[in-house]
């Protein structure tokens, strides 16, 4: 799990039963200093808009992911409007339970949490609710996800995609507008020159490359040391990822045929396969949007290593559909039973790639798609099958939980692109929320 850094702000006003409010703060802030995330926060609850000034003051040069923002009892929009000043963060609002129910309204805790949604709505700025007391579980598992969320929000305007080499031709549902990207999502390109790349790496001195041999020696079956196109995915692979460290790159869209057959003598497949494994995420053919989608996926669930793949095969017998690709999957994606299996690329029949079928597990199916009307997210789920390997490179198939033929139908019609993404787990629900807190169109199937 990757650490969020939360703003905890509890507030109310001394006109409520603030005794009570006080044992929901001390049991919120007792539970958030066990969650494991950076917790930043008063020691009481700040009952004057002065008092909220003057704690933001004292953190206001803290870089936050999120502000946790709980109405403790009733307390209006000035609160929300104070913090704004200091902070541009995304914002949970959090409002618990009456501690009892019959005479005096002793917190008015809803009613907190409905003006300042309201605020934040009127201010236009991204903003989520939960609501329920600090020891429910439910509220508990709500809230973990919903700080995945703010701080994978956060992460987008440091993204920094680097692009090698442009789209193969045809394939343009690989590119980006660059300022459309960024103004919609916060993400920059890097652009690096893949030819430039090949005849580099090639003079890079063994001791620089051939630790890339033995990183891949550790998971891949079947590698032959001696073999020239395994040298050069060392060679290449050093190249690039010495230039990821200077350029300070979070995922890598690489262009891969017909260059690397034609010009470097090996297929691209191994480098974008140990890239991922290593927590690089790469998409191949240039595909931008895949290599975000697979970035998402992968913090979502903590680090688990994506898969990207064209849909090629569709069962409706079993309800299944079958995503493939030449050879480039994370080592740890292979099924237990052959483990990462050294092979060619299936139509070049020219190595490094990996020949293997994905494991059986819960999958979460996703992609970042642009339309000529903007961004949209497409979720799906299902689960992989423990079946033998479709086809040659990498592939699986997966039982969707919705109908096969629909969803077939519906994301042909929607245009959506040749490349999904693909990861084990169920991250459906934070994928949704985080197309509502970017208000793009998200389809769902699940």
């Given at each position: 799990?990757?650490?969020?850094?939360?703003?905890?702000?509890?507030?109310g006003?001394?006109?409520?039963?603030?005794?009570?409010?006080e044992?929901?703060r001390?049991?919120?802030?007792?539970?958030?200093?066990?969650s494991g995330?950076?917790?930043?926060?008063p020691?009481?609850?700040l009952?004057?808009?002065?008092?909220?000034e003057?704690?933001l003051q004292?953190?206001?040069?803290?870089?936050?992911?999120?502000?946790?923002?709980?109405s403790?009892?009733?307390?209006?929009?000035?609160f929300?409007?104070k913090?704004?000043?200091f902070?541009?963060?995304p914002?949970?609002v959090?409002s618990?339970r009456?501690?009892s129910v019959?005479?005096?309204l002793?917190?008015?805790?809803?009613?907190g949490g409905?003006?300042?949604?309201?605020?934040?709505?009127?201010?236009?700025h991204?903003?989520?609710f939960?609501?329920?007391?600090p020891?429910?579980?439910?509220?508990?598992?709500?809230?973990?996800q919903?700080?995945d969320v703010?701080?994978?929000?956060?992460?987008?305007s440091?993204?920094?995609?680097?692009?090698?080499?442009?789209?193969?031709p045809g394939?343009?549902?690989?590119?980006a507008n660059?300022?459309?990207?960024?103004?919609a999502?916060?993400v920059?390109?890097h652009?690096?020159?893949l030819?430039?790349?090949?005849?580099?790496?090639?003079?890079l001195p063994?001791?620089?490359?051939?630790?890339?041999?033995d990183?891949?020696?550790?998971?891949?079956?079947?590698?032959n040391?001696d073999?020239?196109?395994?040298k050069?995915?060392a060679?290449f692979s050093?190249?690039i990822k010495r230039?990821?460290?200077?350029?300070?790159?979070h995922?890598?869209?690489m262009?891969?045929?017909?260059?690397?057959f034609?010009?470097?003598?090996?297929?691209?497949?191994?480098v974008?396969?140990?890239?991922?494994?290593?927590?690089?995420v790469s998409?191949?053919?240039?595909?931008?949007?895949?290599?975000l989608?697979?970035?998402?996926?992968?913090?979502l669930?903590?680090g688990?290593a994506?898969?990207?793949?064209?849909?090629?095969?569709?069962?409706?017998?079993?309800?299944?559909?079958v995503f493939?690709?030449?050879?480039?999957g994370?080592?740890?994606l292979?099924h237990?039973s052959?483990?990462?299996?050294?092979g060619?690329?299936?139509?070049?029949?020219?190595?490094?790639?990996?020949?293997?079928?994905?494991?059986?597990?819960?999958?979460?199916?996703?992609?970042?798609?642009?339309t000529?009307?903007?961004?949209?997210?497409?979720?799906?789920?299902?689960?992989a099958?423990?079946?033998?390997q479709?086809?040659?490179g990498?592939s699986?198939?997966v039982?969707l939980?919705?109908d096969?033929?629909?969803?077939?139908y519906n994301?042909?019609?929607s245009?959506?692109e040749?490349?999904?993404a693909?990861?084990?787990g169920d991250?459906?629900?934070?994928?949704?929320e985080l197309?509502?807190?970017?208000?793009v169109?998200?389809?769902?199937?699940?």
């Amino acid at each position: 799990m990757s650490k969020t850094t939360i703003l905890y702000l509890p507030i109310g006003r001394k006109t409520f039963d603030l005794a009570a409010g006080e044992i929901y703060r001390s049991q919120s802030m007792r539970w958030l200093e066990e969650s494991g995330h950076t917790i930043i926060a008063p020691n009481e609850i700040l009952t004057s808009v002065e008092e909220l000034e003057q704690f933001l003051q004292s953190e206001a040069s803290t870089n936050i992911d999120t502000i946790l923002y709980q109405s403790v009892t009733f307390a209006d929009g000035e609160f929300m409007v104070k913090a704004l000043e200091f902070f541009k963060e995304p914002v949970i609002v959090w409002s618990v339970r009456e501690p009892s129910v019959g005479g005096r309204l002793r917190l008015n805790s809803l009613t907190g949490g409905n003006s300042t949604s309201n605020v934040l709505r009127n201010h236009r700025h991204p903003f989520s609710f939960v609501f329920g007391n600090p020891d429910e579980e439910r509220l508990q598992k709500e809230l973990l996800q919903k700080f995945d969320v703010m701080r994978l929000l956060k992460s987008l305007s440091n993204l920094k995609i680097g692009v090698v080499g442009e789209y193969p031709p045809g394939f343009f549902f690989s590119d980006a507008n660059e300022a459309e990207l960024k103004e919609a999502l916060g993400v920059t390109l890097h652009k690096m020159d893949l030819q430039e790349a090949f005849q580099k790496c090639v003079e890079l001195p063994e001791e620089e490359w051939i630790g890339e041999v033995d990183r891949a020696e550790q998971q891949v079956i079947g590698l032959n040391r001696d073999d020239e196109t395994v040298k050069k995915f060392a060679q290449f692979s050093a190249y690039i990822k010495r230039h990821i460290k200077e350029e300070h790159i979070h995922s890598i869209a690489m262009r891969c045929w017909p260059d690397f057959f034609n010009d470097l003598g090996a297929a691209p497949c191994s480098v974008l396969s140990q890239l991922t494994e290593d927590g690089m995420v790469s998409s191949c053919e240039s595909d931008i949007h895949g290599s975000l989608s697979m970035y998402l996926l992968r913090e979502l669930t903590g680090g688990n290593a994506p898969y990207l793949g064209d849909l090629v095969h569709v069962n409706e017998e079993k309800n299944s559909v079958v995503f493939w690709h030449c050879g480039a999957g994370a080592y740890s994606l292979a099924h237990p039973s052959t483990g990462a299996t050294a092979g060619v690329h299936p139509n070049r029949k020219m190595g490094l790639a990996m020949d293997f079928g994905l494991k059986a597990g819960e999958v979460t199916i996703f992609r970042v798609s642009h339309t000529p009307d903007g961004y949209r997210l497409l979720v799906m789920k299902g689960n992989a099958l423990d079946v033998e390997q479709p086809f040659t490179g990498t592939s699986v198939e997966v039982e969707l939980n919705s109908d096969v033929t629909t969803t077939l139908y519906n994301l042909m019609n929607s245009g959506y692109e040749p490349h999904f993404a693909l990861v084990y787990g169920d991250v459906t629900k934070q994928l949704i929320e985080l197309g509502r807190l970017l208000n793009v169109e998200t389809d769902v199937y699940q």
